[in-house]
């Protein structure tokens, strides 16, 4: 299927490792021009060498999410070295969970304050995208922990918000034919994540976490990738507001 996303572009933050290098991945793939963001300069610079070897222009910048005004320029310098933004896919988080104040501010400076900043950012660019296309999407990466709890926990807290955002953003922006999706991903494994790292430092718990899913693994990248650069092509136009699960089946709620 060809997600027409030929010529596009593409900003990524959280993009240089991952989930978010997937995804970047992905779009490349698709034809489309990318844009990353993440901490580590190295790591940024490193993927953006690997994304131009795909055919694509590609922007890459070190930038703290919680920055607003960096985050702020980092969109606007992608935009400018690539002609225009089509999509943006919110992807970096800060990854803690607990129910420490500093959890919690971490959690809302990245997760839901990176989204909504982010979006600000590149709305003006977006809008122009959509009334030339006719279509033009924000992408929130979320977790399937937003809907499953056992105690206080920061993490699944704030990823059930950025749901809600994106549902009110979808909503607000429709007449102008920007969309807003989420994709909400179970556990998924990659060598240096956190099941990775689980894995490596405790195996007994990873064994339990396997046996839980009924597909028996956890998810690649990859596979959040696929479902997020779906929902971000025009393939997709008619899909605004949604928060899809792609969890394996480890959840027990049912979406209506």
């Avoid at 990854?95 to 971490?106: C, H, I, M, P, R």
Wanted: overall charge neutral; hydrophobic content about 45%; some cysteine.
């Amino acid at each position: 299927m060809d997600l027409q996303l030929k010529g596009k572009t593409a900003v990524v933050t959280g993009g240089s490792r991952g989930i978010g290098r997937a995804i970047a991945e992905l779009f490349a793939d698709e034809g489309a021009n990318v844009a990353i963001c993440a901490r580590n300069a190295e790591q940024v610079a490193e993927a953006v060498k690997a994304l131009e070897a795909k055919g694509v222009r590609a922007f890459g910048k070190a930038v703290d999410i919680a920055d607003g005004p960096a985050l702020k320029a980092f969109i606007d310098e992608a935009a400018a070295a690539l002609g225009g933004l089509d999509v943006l896919v919110s992807n970096a988080s800060a990854l803690v969970q607990g129910n420490g104040e500093d959890a919690w501010k971490a959690m809302f400076d990245i997760d839901v304050m990176g989204a909504v900043r982010s979006f600000e950012a590149a709305k003006p660019y977006l809008e122009t995208a959509a009334a030339e296309t006719g279509d033009a999407a924000f992408l929130i990466t979320s977790s399937i922990s937003a809907a499953e709890t056992d105690n206080p926990n920061s993490y699944g807290a704030m990823k059930a918000a950025q749901i809600h955002f994106a549902k009110g953003v979808a909503r607000e922006n429709a007449p102008k034919k920007i969309r807003c999706n989420v994709v909400s991903p179970g556990t998924v494994f990659f060598e240096g994540g956190v099941w990775g790292n689980v894995k490596q430092n405790m195996p007994g718990f990873f064994e339990t976490m396997i046996k839980r899913n009924p597909t028996g693994r956890m998810a690649t990248p990859e596979e959040i990738a696929a479902a997020t650069v779906f929902l971000a092509s025009p393939r997709s136009a008619f899909t605004t507001g949604i928060n899809m699960v792609v969890d394996g089946g480890i959840s027990r709620r049912a979406n209506f």
